[in-house]
C-alpha cells in the first residue's frame, strides 16, 4: 500500500520569504501522479501543484514549485515570496487510483 | 470555485440515525470521490463512481454506502451514526479517473456533527 509522510507538522515563515514543505511517499509503482492541495481555514481543498512521475522536470505554477527526486520518493513543495494568505494546511498526496494524503503541514505566514 | 457543489454545508445529528450528503461534480467529469476528514484519522478515501459505476473502494465502513445517478450527481449515505463518524466529508470530482491519474477539484465539503 502507498503511503504518504510529511515530517513537519508546524512551520512558519516570515512574509516574503522563502519556505519548504517536505514529502516523502513509499510505493511500487512507476506511473503514477502527485499533488500538493492546500486546506486554509475556510477549510477548501484548493489544488496547488501537480507533478507526473513519469516528467524528469519539476512543475512550477508561479510562486509554487516542487522538488521532485523519484528515486529518493521525495516530492517537497517550495513557497517562495510568502505571502499572509498562504496560511494553511498543505497536503502531499500520491495518486494511482484514489488520493492517498500525507497528514498535512500547518503553515504559517507572519507579517 | 472548483465548480463543485455539496449540499448540506453542516448537517447535526443524532447518535443511530441516518444522513444522505449530495455531490455535483464539474460540468464535464465522470468520475466522483468521496473521502473523509477527521481529527484521528486525517484525510482517507472512503468510495469512487465512475459514470455510475463503482469504481474502487477504500475504508468504507459498511454502514456507508453510496451511489451516482444518471445525471452524475453522486449520493452518500451514512446509516447507525456514531459519535467517531463525525467529520467533514468532501466530494471530489474528476475528468475520468479510468487509469487514475485525472486531477481531483474537491467540494467544499459537508461538516458532520453526530451528538
Known amino acids: 500500500a502507498q503511503t504518504v509522510t510529511q515530517s513537519q507538522p508546524e512551520m512558519s515563515v516570515q512574509e516574503a520569504e522563502t519556505v519548504t514543505l517536505s514529502c516523502t511517499y513509499d510505493t511500487s509503482e512507476n506511473n503514477y501522479y502527485l499533488f500538493w492541495y492546500k486546506q486554509p481555514p475556510s477549510r477548501q481543498m484548493i489544488l496547488v501543484i501537480r507533478q507526473e512521475a513519469y516528467k524528469q522536470q519539476n512543475a512550477t505554477e508561479n510562486r509554487f514549485s516542487v522538488n521532485f527526486q523519484k528515486a529518493a520518493k521525495s516530492f517537497s513543495l517550495k513557497i517562495s515570496d510568502s505571502q499572509l494568505g498562504d496560511t494553511a494546511m498543505y497536503f502531499c498526496?500520491?495518486?494511482?487510483?484514489?488520493?492517498?494524503f500525507g497528514k498535512g503541514t500547518r503553515l504559517s505566514v507572519i507579517a | 470555485d472548483s465548480g463543485v457543489t455539496q449540499t448540506p454545508k453542516h448537517l447535526i445529528t443524532a447518535t443511530g440515525q441516518r444522513v444522505t450528503l449530495r455531490c455535483s461534480p464539474r460540468s464535464g467529469d465522470l468520475s466522483v470521490y468521496w473521502y473523509q476528514q477527521s481529527l484521528d484519522q486525517g484525510l482517507q478515501f472512503l468510495i469512487q463512481?465512475?459514470?455510475?459505476?463503482?469504481?474502487a473502494k477504500g475504508n468504507i465502513l459498511e454502514r456507508f454506502s453510496a451511489q451516482q445517478f444518471p445525471d452524475l450527481h453522486s449520493e452518500l449515505n451514512l446509516s447507525s451514526l456514531e459519535l467517531g463518524d463525525s467529520a467533514l466529508y468532501f466530494c471530489?470530482?474528476?475528468?475520468?479517473?479510468?487509469?487514475?491519474?485525472?486531477?481531483?477539484?474537491f467540494g467544499p465539503g459537508t461538516r458532520l456533527t453526530v451528538l
Open positions: 463512481y465512475y459514470n455510475g459505476e463503482e469504481r
Open positions: 498526496a500520491f495518486m494511482n487510483w484514489a488520493l492517498v
Open positions: 471530489a470530482s474528476s475528468v475520468a479517473g479510468l487509469a487514475g491519474t485525472d486531477t481531483q477539484y
